[in-house]
T-cell receptor, first 114, second 111 residues
Framework: DGGITQSPKYLFRKEGQNVTLSCEQN?????MYWYRQDPGQGLRLIYY???????QKGDIAEGYSVSREKKESFPLTVTSAQKNPTAFYLC?????????????FGPGTRLTVL | QKEVEQNSGPLSVPEGAIASLNCTYS??????FFWYRQYSGKSPELIMF????GDKEDGRFTAQLNKASQYVSLLIRDSQPSDSATYLC???????????FGAGTILRVKS
């Protein structure tokens, strides 16, 4: 089955801890993205990567970090510097060279800070 | 002004009716336009995309694009209770892979 997997589905963190959210895709897509969604709001872009070993900040990158060491993997670390990390985190991917470049989403990780 | 605007709703329609969802965008250079459906607690699912002026039909769904008016809409014919969800409009700028999302419109189809 081709698709995007995210783990864990639910994650609980104590204040002051860093946590890493996993995102893996086997679609052979070049580009990968991380979004954050808060209740009743749309998706806000955290980081994106168009190629291995390269990534760019999105609109709300402060308090987050990413790496792209492999084409299929794009983990997101939520650091203790992120003031309000409780949210629904979505990973997406797209074919970088496609004219339309539609994005496909993983199932998401719901992070709660205790 | 937000880059992508949608009426938050909820939009309530009876079963079998046509649901009309609207979206406006501010960047005139925008190239591609997407409609995603998101059920509560789930991730967004791509329904349709459109990049040329006019209409694009796929089953019960029709996307309409008017670049001059910077307006894109989604029509759902013969609405079903299973269509009840939040519909997100997303716009890709002229250059790059980034999408900008609207806040979404809640649709409720009543049986």
């Amino acid at each position: 089955d081709g698709g995007i997997t995210q783990s864990p589905k639910y994650l609980f963190r104590k204040e002051g801890q860093n946590v890493t959210l996993s995102c893996e895709q086997n679609l052979n897509h070049d580009a990968m993205y991380w979004y954050r969604q808060d209740p009743g709001q749309g998706l806000r872009l955290i980081y994106y990567s168009q190629i291995v070993n390269d990534f760019q900040k999105g609109d709300i990158a402060e308090g987050y970090s990413v790496s792209r060491e492999k084409k299929e993997s794009f983990p997101l670390t939520v650091t203790s510097a992120q003031k309000n990390p409780t949210a629904f985190y979505l990973c997406a991917s797209s074919i970088g060279t496609s004219t339309v470049r539609q994005q496909f989403f993983g199932p998401g990780t719901r992070l709660t800070v205790l | 002004q937000k880059e992508v605007e949608q009426n938050s709703g909820p939009l309530s329609v009876p079963e079998g009716a046509i649901a009309s969802l609207n979206c406006t965008y501010s960047d005139r250079g925008s190239q591609s336009f997407f409609w995603y459906r998101q059920y509560s607690g789930k991730s967004p699912e791509l329904i349709m995309f459109i990049y040329s002026n006019g209409d694009k039909e796929d089953g019960r769904f029709t996307a309409q694009l008017n670049k001059a008016s910077q307006y894109v809409s989604l029509l759902i014919r013969d609405s079903q209770p299973s269509d009840s969800a939040t519909y997100l409009c997303a716009v890709r700028a002229q250059y790059g892979n980034k999408l900008v999302f609207g806040a979404g419109t809640i649709l409720r189809v009543k049986s």
